[in-house]
């Protein structure tokens, strides 16, 4: 969802019909401090605009993605992932860049060809 620096409403009401805080294993309270220790790392890296901040070098993003090693949570994430920032209708430079990568770092190129093949 900051991938693209903007908060869009039917995102978060995705995000929170998804409940996805609790599908990750996470309270409530636990997700808010990861977003925000996710935000004060992109902000302490930033050179200008909040949506310069959002664009996460390539090195640090397969960072980002190597501390997720659980096959079952990067499937669940990725499908989670997907339907929050496809929500809006809408899937910006950014939303693509981030989940790609997730989708080449963990290898779910075919679990990605499945979930769309749910879809249609």
Same mark, same amino acid.
Request: net charge negative.
């Given at each position: =969802?900051?991938? !693209? +620096?903007?908060? /869009?409403?039917?995102?978060? *009401?995705t995000? %929170?019909?998804?409940?996805? $805080?609790?599908?990750?294993?996470l309270?409530?309270?636990?997700?808010?401090?990861?977003?925000?220790?996710? /935000?004060? !790392?992109? @902000?302490?890296?930033? $050179?200008?605009?909040?949506? !310069?901040? /959002?664009?996460? !070098?390539?090195r640090?993003?397969?960072?980002?993605?190597?501390?997720? %090693?659980?096959? *079952?949570?990067?499937?669940?994430?990725?499908s989670?992932c997907?339907?929050?920032?496809?929500?809006?209708? $809408?899937?910006?430079? +950014?939303?693509?860049?981030? @989940?790609?990568?997730?989708?080449e $770092?963990? +290898? @779910?190129?075919?679990? =990605? @060809?499945? =979930?769309?093949?749910?879809?249609?």
């Open positions: =969802m900051l991938a !693209d +620096g903007r908060l /869009c409403k039917k995102e978060l *009401d995000f %929170d019909r998804l409940d996805v $805080h609790a599908q990750i294993g309270g409530k309270a636990e997700f808010h401090s990861v977003v925000q220790t996710l /935000c004060e !790392d992109l @902000l302490s890296a930033a $050179h200008s605009s909040w949506s !310069d901040m /959002c664009r996460v !070098d390539p640090a993003l397969g960072e980002l993605m190597a501390e997720i %090693d659980a096959p *079952d949570l990067r499937r669940k994430l990725i989670l997907a339907a929050v920032v496809e929500a809006d209708g $809408h899937v910006t430079e +950014g939303e693509s860049i981030v @989940l790609v990568a997730a989708v $770092h963990w +290898g @779910l190129q075919r679990a =990605m @060809l499945e =979930m769309r093949g749910e879809h249609e």
